[in-house]
């Protein structure tokens, strides 16, 4: 193609570091994977350990939860073709609220078409022109994202430092605010101080919003996130979180009092300029959460798993970071040694996610493992031994 002097298409073509990893034969993104994704799968043609999942609660391909999928469909076709507000909303939305509100012990629940679009339409609503929104700074880019589209000033305290977000409120005492956290952070899967957040928040009257994509199916005895682990689940002002993992699906939800969920609702560009979930998604999310109650124990049978995995890669001599949650990061440090390691230990039949900068900042390049209900200690093990016999083949441990 001919550029033309200016061409806002330069940045392509000047865009070399793709081309670097790929020639180095370390390019690790967009695997395709040819089956169901569970606990172990085929990958390009290769049995794999699939650790690099948000499946937390195994339940992609239960089957009470296809079943009710394909049955959403043949009772409601394939999509809704339009915007809740409009055209899009059926009563399955409806019903679906209304049980995850149940769910939740919340007032009220909006569903939204993604997660992402769930933090984008809540915060950008929320905080207005005079209002001051607090971030943890490893809070996810949608969260990033919701902020830079409101018209609220952004002040981004250090990853869970409550003094430095203290100083920051004390010398904005005169604007109204909010403090927007992850639950569980998703890329390190430490948790953020929920109860000093609702402590905080209390003292200087701003508002608490968790958004706990990585929490609401996989923390707290219930399976309802980090606040409920922390026992605070009733004290947080609004809840966010996804249908991507834990639900086994796709779409987003806000939970929290019916007067400000129907003002995000009649107000947030993203709820009401973008089509509905079709029905299918909406059908899994139902009977995801039908076996989410039926079976808690699957929120505990996950973490035994992501525990077995984290003490057997510690033991090693890995660096495991701090996690709570079915998150168990091997933080590595270095961008070419991450994406080896990833690249050797997909080789040996274990998929994990390499994740490096901008994802992380610099120094920080990791690999995130992630686990399911369904890994056995068997699997687990014999991922820990791939672990093992790559990371000393690297010099890692
Ligand atoms: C903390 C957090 N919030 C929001 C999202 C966005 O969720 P979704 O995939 O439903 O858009 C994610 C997904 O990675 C996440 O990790």
Same mark, same amino acid.
């Given at each position: 193609?001919?550029?033309?002097?200016?061409?806002?298409?330069?940045?392509?073509?000047? /865009?070399?570091? !793709?081309?670097?990893?790929?020639?180095?034969?370390?390019?690790?993104?967009?695997?395709? *994977?040819?089956?169901?994704?569970?606990? %172990?799968?085929?990958?390009?043609?290769?049995?794999?350990?699939? *650790?690099?999942?948000?499946?937390?609660?195994?339940?992609?391909?239960?089957?009470?939860?296809?079943?009710?999928?394909?049955?959403?469909?043949?009772?409601?076709?394939?999509?809704?073709?339009?915007?809740?507000?409009?055209?899009?909303?059926?009563?399955?939305?409806?019903?679906?609220?209304?049980?995850?509100?149940?769910?939740?012990?919340?007032?009220?629940?909006?569903?939204?078409?993604?997660?992402?679009?769930?933090?984008?339409?809540?915060?950008?609503?929320?905080?207005?022109?005079?209002?001051?929104?607090?971030?943890?700074?490893?809070?996810?880019?949608?969260?990033?994202?919701?902020?830079?589209?409101?018209?609220?000033?952004?002040?981004?305290?250090?990853?869970?430092?409550?003094?430095? !977000?203290?100083?920051?409120?004390?010398?904005?005492?005169?604007?109204?605010?909010?403090?927007?956290? #992850?639950?569980?952070?998703?890329?390190?899967?430490?948790?953020?101080?929920?109860?000093? !957040?609702?402590?905080?928040?209390?003292?200087?009257?701003?508002?608490?919003?968790?958004?706990?994509?990585?929490?609401?199916?996989?923390?707290?005895?219930?399976?309802?996130?980090?606040?409920?682990?922390?026992?605070?689940?009733?004290? @947080?002002?609004?809840?966010?979180?996804?249908?991507?993992?834990?639900?086994?699906?796709?779409?987003?939800?806000?939970?929290?009092?019916?007067?400000?969920?129907?003002?995000?609702?009649?107000?947030?560009?993203?709820?009401?300029?973008?089509?509905?979930?079709?029905?299918?998604?909406?059908?899994?999310?139902?009977?995801?959460?039908?076996?989410?109650?039926?079976?808690?124990?699957?929120?505990?049978?996950?973490?035994?798993?992501?525990?077995?995995?984290?003490?057997? *890669?510690?033991?090693?001599?890995?660096?495991?970071?701090?996690?709570?949650?079915?998150?168990?990061? @091997?933080?590595?440090?270095?961008?070419?040694?991450?994406?080896?390691?990833?690249?050797?230990? /997909?080789?040996?039949?274990?998929?994990?996610?390499?994740?490096?900068?901008?994802?992380?900042?610099?120094?920080?390049?990791?690999?995130?493992?992630? /686990?399911?209900?369904?890994?056995?200690?068997?699997?687990?093990?014999?991922?820990? #031994?791939?672990? %093992?016999?790559?990371?000393?083949?690297?010099?890692?441990?």
């Amino acid at each position: 193609m001919n550029l033309t002097p200016n061409d806002v298409f330069q940045k392509c073509y000047d /865009y070399e570091r !793709l081309e670097q990893v790929q020639k180095a034969g370390l390019y690790p993104y967009f695997v395709p *994977l040819s089956g169901h994704v569970g606990a %172990e799968m085929e990958i390009e043609g290769h049995s794999i350990i699939m *650790l690099g999942s948000n499946n937390y609660l195994g339940l992609t391909d239960h089957p009470k939860v296809m079943e009710k999928a394909k049955e959403a469909i043949d009772k409601y076709g394939t999509g809704c073709t339009g915007s809740r507000f409009l055209n899009g909303t059926l009563d399955l939305h409806i019903e679906l609220e209304n049980r995850l509100a149940g769910f939740l012990d919340k007032e009220m629940v909006i569903t939204f078409s993604t997660g992402f679009q769930s933090n984008m339409g809540v915060i950008s609503t929320i905080a207005g022109r005079n209002d001051i929104i607090y971030l943890d700074r490893l809070d996810h880019a949608s969260i990033i994202d919701g902020s830079r589209m409101s018209y609220g000033r952004v002040l981004k305290y250090r990853h869970n430092d409550l003094e430095h !977000l203290r100083y920051m409120l004390e010398n904005n005492r005169q604007h109204p605010g909010v403090i927007v956290t #992850d639950g569980v952070f998703s890329m390190e899967g430490d948790l953020a101080d929920v109860p000093g !957040l609702v402590e905080i928040s209390r003292e200087f009257g701003v508002r608490l919003i968790i958004d706990d994509a990585h929490g609401v199916g996989a923390m707290g005895p219930r399976g309802r996130g980090t606040a409920e682990h922390f026992g605070c689940h009733d004290e @947080i002002d609004l809840l966010i979180g996804t249908f991507s993992k834990s639900f086994a699906c796709v779409g987003g939800f806000a939970a929290g009092p019916a007067r400000v969920m129907e003002y995000i609702k009649h107000t947030a560009r993203t709820m009401i300029f973008s089509a509905s979930l079709p029905p299918a998604a909406v059908g899994t999310v139902i009977a995801a959460l039908d076996v989410l109650e039926q079976e808690p124990e699957l929120v505990s049978r996950c973490h035994k798993a992501a525990e077995r995995s984290r003490q057997g *890669l510690a033991s090693m001599g890995f660096n495991v970071g701090n996690s709570e949650a079915p998150i168990v990061p @091997i933080i590595v440090g270095d961008e070419v040694q991450t994406l080896m390691f990833y690249r050797m230990l /997909y080789q040996h039949g274990v998929f994990t996610n390499p994740v490096v900068s901008p994802a992380v900042a610099s120094g920080g390049e990791m690999l995130r493992t992630s /686990y399911m209900s369904t890994h056995t200690d068997e699997m687990i093990d014999r991922a820990l #031994d791939v672990f %093992e016999k790559c990371g000393k083949s690297l010099g890692m441990i």
